[in-house]
């Protein structure tokens, strides 16, 4: 440290003003698969709510919908009930491990490719090139004075930036309610829809925000993901690195080329920027690895364009460790493993829950039973000393048509069992009728007569059998004695 | 080894980031002093006019008469009035079925029956649970609503005629007024006298150590059967609880029995009439009905 470095430095203001990022437009094989990526998933946002899906008359026909109003989840031929929310829970957990599992492989690999803000933030950038022009025009444009034509391209990209946030938000809740009617409503500025104005304000705004104005600040400041990935990511993920074993020293490519003829070693980077020109978050890969990458392979692309202009070989920038720069400056052979520890864990994970979740699909009951034992009291003495317990029962018919269930009980011998409302029939039998895709809920009062028996909860069995398949449903409960 | 923390203004910029320094210094490491970016100072300034914005537009600062009123009008008593007019528009419906339905028939109507038993419930929470408890389940003195047990009839009509005018609640001319005598204190009945009773009364419900003589049973035939029956099984129209079963709404051991023969009495409850508006007198029927079954 020398002691001008120890010199008082002078105050500085309270803010960080940000730097301008103009990342270049750039070509190649992993800009076509960001591309490709893009047009996907955008057309899945925007196209999947018009997605019809016949399920009957009582249920809705959009094949992807959260309907609120009516507490139900449908998602193709699958329909979740607030009973089964626990697939969500399951599809939450899958995704995490899929994460883990992408992050094990290939660090932020989600970041570059799949992430919404990624996505927004590459289609925002196009639409900026298209009406600005490509990084370095308009960076000339910011720092010279304006003019009527500069006024007028910039009005016209937040313009064309509003329009791509709104129609964001307008998808967005389309996802809550029929589609096509929807449409229909705010084009025609229908009334009692004040909340999906409201939803795609907040969309608009927020898309707007992120994708156009905050950019990579999203994924430096606000998203957790890059510290969390720092703990989950280790010595062998391959991370978009710069081969500085090849790369180094850089120097111009005429004193490369005069170093070689002489025999000496030089390196391949010829120091030109392109891979900090392209760099959506303004990083300089060759510096390291950097909380700011987003593994996006832009600069692979860029390099790899440098590296064929110069007749040098391609992927001086490539998915690679900084573990296998050291091995091979050393001399020794790169190592990929892909099968390590982790990995192995994460995919049997992924293959068991996934597994688990089919198989449970797969063999739903279209009827459930849900059985609530009254708390308070628990038990009631009646006057002829018999005992009694009432339970919330209710029956939900997961079906399209309206279905009668028959109750019964086991477990708690000789158990009288009434529900309030409902008759026996002729034969005694108690017998509940639901309609389609609906539940009803009944009380039911088990008394047990005969003999006292002793303090404590006995095992009791409700079970609903469906009268025309005999399909059943059976849940367990207490019966308990005061 | 210990900490050498130090502070001094000595700021400095450093040179490997080129960032200014805050000169706190711990065992060598020093703490930079990177600013913060603008559009996070930008968004904290903003959320501060923000708030004053808000102080402004709502009522919140207390004054000696009261408080700021605000500027656009917003009131909690509103807010509240409005969220009340929406419960009523979205119960609407049901109240009006509800209206409509002889209280015999909400039960056969499944829907009907569901929607009334949660009104019911909410209201028995708020006006009934205070003496017979969360789940209806009673006290002593204070009746279980769950058993097959009714001092004053479980049937519907007789459920919805006791919320209504309450039980011995003098400030409804309507209401059940019969009361047990206190056959001790107004001197009807010795101490001797009542104890034999009160064996006897054990004996009739079959409770252990229960004593039956033919003097107690003269004595119950002489002064208790006008109200609780020659058998003693009661009387609803009385209120005359049944002195057979196993349910003792006092207890049942010796010395409470005795008790309650020498002072007489019984349970008060409020009238609900003018408390309570009709559909929920009937929800609070149907729900009281549906514990237990009523009878
Ligand atoms: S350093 Fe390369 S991979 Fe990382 S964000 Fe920048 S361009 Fe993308
Ligand atoms: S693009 Fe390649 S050659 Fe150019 S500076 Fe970056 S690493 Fe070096």
């Given at each position: 440290m020398t002691s001008a470095d120890m010199g008082k430095a002078k105050s500085s203001s309270l803010y960080a003003p940000r730097k301008a990022i103009y990342p270049k437009e750039v070509e190649g094989e992993f800009r076509r698969i960001k591309w490709g990526l893009l047009a996907f998933t955008l057309s899945v946002y925007y196209l999947l709510?018009?997605?019809?899906?016949?399920?009957?008359?009582?249920?809705?026909?959009?094949?992807?919908?959260?309907?609120?109003?009516?507490?139900?989840?449908?998602?193709?031929?699958?329909?979740?009930?607030?009973?089964e929310v626990y697939y969500?829970?399951?599809?939450?957990?899958?995704?995490?491990?899929?994460?883990?599992?992408?992050?094990?492989?290939?660090?932020?690999?989600?970041?570059?490719?799949?992430?919404?803000?990624?996505?927004?933030?590459?289609?925002?950038?196009?639409?900026?090139?298209?009406?600005?022009?490509?990084?370095?025009?308009?960076?000339?444009?910011?720092?010279?004075?304006?003019?009527?034509?500069?006024?007028r391209e910039k009005i016209a990209k937040h313009a064309l930036w509003l329009a791509i946030a709104w129609w964001t938000g307008g998808a967005w809740v389309l996802y809550f309610a029929d589609a096509p009617t929807l449409v229909y409503k705010l084009a025609t500025f229908q009334p009692g829809i004040s909340e999906a104005y409201i939803w795609i304000g907040i969309l608009t705004f927020t898309t707007y925000m992120l994708a156009g104005h905050m950019r990579e600040q999203v994924c430096l400041y606000m998203c957790p993901w890059p510290r969390i990935q720092a703990a989950l990511t280790d010595e062998y993920a391959l991370n978009v690195t710069y081969r500085y074993d090849r790369g180094e020293p850089r120097m111009s490519l005429k004193q490369a080329s005069a170093l070689r003829l002489a025999g000496a070693p030089a390196g391949d980077c010829v120091d030109c920027g392109q891979c900090v020109a392209v760099c959506p978050t303004g990083v300089d890969i060759r510096k390291g690895a950097s909380l700011g990458c987003v593994q996006c392979g832009l600069c692979i692309d860029a390099c790899d364009a440098v590296m064929a202009k110069i007749g040098r070989s391609a992927r001086l920038i490539a998915y690679d460790t900084q573990m296998n720069c050291e091995r091979r400056g050393k001399g020794e052979a790169p190592v990929y493993k892909p099968l390590r520890a982790r990995t192995i864990i994460y995919a049997a994970l992924i293959l068991a829950i996934g597994a688990l979740m089919t198989l449970r699909l797969a063999t739903r009951e279209d009827a459930a039973l849900s059985v609530l034992h009254d708390r308070n009291p628990l038990a009631v003495t009646l006057k002829d000393g018999s005992i009694r317990n009432a339970y919330t029962i209710r029956f939900a018919n997961m079906s399209a048509e309206p279905r009668r269930f028959l109750l019964e009980t086991s477990g708690v011998e000789d158990a009288e069992v009434e529900i309030v409302g409902v008759e026996p029939d002729a034969e005694g039998r108690m017998i509940v009728g639901v309609g389609a895709d609906q539940t009803r809920e009944t009380r039911v009062l088990v008394t047990w007569r005969g003999a006292r028996r002793a303090k404590g909860q006995t095992p009791i069995l409700f079970t609903s059998k469906e009268l025309e398949s005999d399909a059943s449903v059976t849940m367990r409960d207490v019966f308990v004695t005061p | 080894?210990?900490?050498?923390?130090?502070?001094?203004?000595?700021?400095?910029?450093?040179?490997?980031?080129?960032?200014?320094?805050?000169?706190?210094?711990?065992?060598?490491?020093?703490?930079?002093?990177?600013?913060?970016?603008?559009?996070?100072v930008i968004t904290f300034y903003a959320t501060i006019l923000w708030s004053i914005g808000y102080f402004i537009a709502y009522p919140a600062l207390p004054t000696l008469s009261g408080g700021t009123q605000g500027l656009i009008g917003w009131h909690s008593r509103a807010s509240v009035a409005r969220d009340m007019e929406q419960l009523s528009e979205i119960r609407g419906p049901v109240l009006e079925r509800l209206a409509n339905a002889p209280l015999e028939e909400i039960e056969a109507r499944p829907q009907l029956l569901s929607a009334v038993r949660a009104l019911g419930a909410a209201a028995f929470a708020n006006n009934c649970a205070g003496c017979h408890g969360a789940g209806a389940q009673g006290a002593k003195g204070y009746p279980n609503?769950?058993?097959?047990?009714?001092?004053?009839?479980?049937?519907?009509?007789?459920?919805?005629?006791?919320?209504?005018?309450?039980?011995?609640?003098?400030?409804?001319?309507?209401?059940?007024?019969?009361?047990?005598?206190?056959?001790?204190?107004?001197?009807?009945?010795?101490?001797?006298?009542?104890s034999i009773v009160a064996d006897q009364l054990r004996a009739m419900a079959?409770?252990?150590?229960?004593?039956?003589?033919?003097?107690?049973?003269?004595?119950?035939?002489?002064?208790?059967?006008?109200?609780?029956?020659?058998?003693?099984?009661?009387?609803?129209?009385?209120?005359?609880?049944?002195?057979?079963?196993?349910?003792?709404l006092f207890g049942s051991d010796k010395e409470t029995i005795a008790s309650r023969i020498a002072n007489g009495g019984g349970g008060v409850m409020p009238a609900w009439k003018d408390r309570l508006d009709e559909p929920t007198i009937k929800a609070l029927t149907i729900y009281v009905h549906t514990l237990?079954?009523?009878e």
């Open positions: 709510p018009f997605v019809r899906w016949d399920r009957g008359p009582s249920a809705p026909s959009q094949a992807v919908l959260v309907d609120f109003p009516h507490r139900r989840f449908y998602f193709f031929f699958i329909e979740i009930w607030p009973q969500l829970t399951g599809l939450l957990i899958l995704a995490a491990l899929v994460l883990f599992l992408m992050n094990a492989l290939a660090g932020r690999v989600w970041c570059g490719y799949l992430c919404p803000q990624t996505v927004w933030t590459d289609l925002y950038l196009a639409a900026e090139r298209w009406i600005e022009g490509d990084a370095r025009e308009r960076a000339r444009k910011d720092a010279g004075p304006r003019s009527t034509k500069i006024w | 080894m210990s900490t050498r923390q130090a502070h001094s203004d000595a700021a400095r910029i450093d040179p490997h980031s080129k960032t200014r320094t805050t000169g706190h210094e711990w065992d060598g490491i020093e703490e930079l002093d990177t600013p913060l970016p603008r559009w996070w609503l769950n058993d097959d047990d009714w001092l004053w009839g479980g049937k519907l009509a007789d459920i919805r005629r006791t919320i209504e005018h309450g039980v011995r609640w003098d400030a409804d001319k309507e209401t059940r007024s019969e009361t047990m005598p206190a056959f001790g204190r107004d001197g009807m009945l010795d101490a001797k006298q009542i079959k409770l252990p150590g229960g004593k039956a003589s033919a003097q107690g049973a003269k004595l119950f035939d002489d002064n208790c059967s006008v109200c609780h029956g020659v058998d003693g099984k009661g009387n609803h129209d009385m209120g005359a609880p049944n002195l057979t079963d196993a349910l003792w237990g079954g009523g």
